[in-house]
């Protein structure tokens, strides 16, 4: 696979980042934590069609997120970013074990010096859209996902907001890191 027939090519390989920034919702004051990421790509070698119609190019990720202040993992996230060619469309599928899944569809552009990603989901789309526990559900709902992703040779950036329903308010949490190939 090359970069021209497989956009997820520069991806493979593991990140890490050190500039990470977490703005978490709270019962009384939200916060902003900083944190250490290692995000991990692997090619997923086989060939995957849906229903004959789709040719699709996939990577599973792992990412762990460390908070700088305690040390403390506060999040872990597997999942696939997957490639439809034949329409150029972008599926992300993923989990975190706190009994949420997302399924969030974009787009690619693929500019001289960088990929950009973007992916969205809501709650209320069958397709994309997000599925959760009922202790999830009543406690801190995730209504909304949304994720970009831009790589430059070495360099690898995101920045993603998930809209919660939490203490008793909808919150904005914010992620953002920038990360290097090791």
Known sequence: MNEKSNPFALLIGVWKGDK?????PKPIEDENNPYYETLTFEAVDIDIENAGEEELIAVRYHQLVTEKESGDISHDETGYWIWNKNKNEIVLAFAIPRGV???AQGGIQNNENEIII???????ATNPGIVQSSFMN???KTTNFKRELKISGSKLSYSQETTVEI???TFGHVDTNELVRI
């Open 118 to 124: 973007n992916v969205s989901a809501n709650l209320d």
């Open 138 to 140: 009543k406690n801190a």
């Open 20 to 24: 990470g920034t977490d703005l978490a």
């Open 101 to 103: 899944s997302v399924v």
């Open 167 to 169: 203490y008793n308010k």
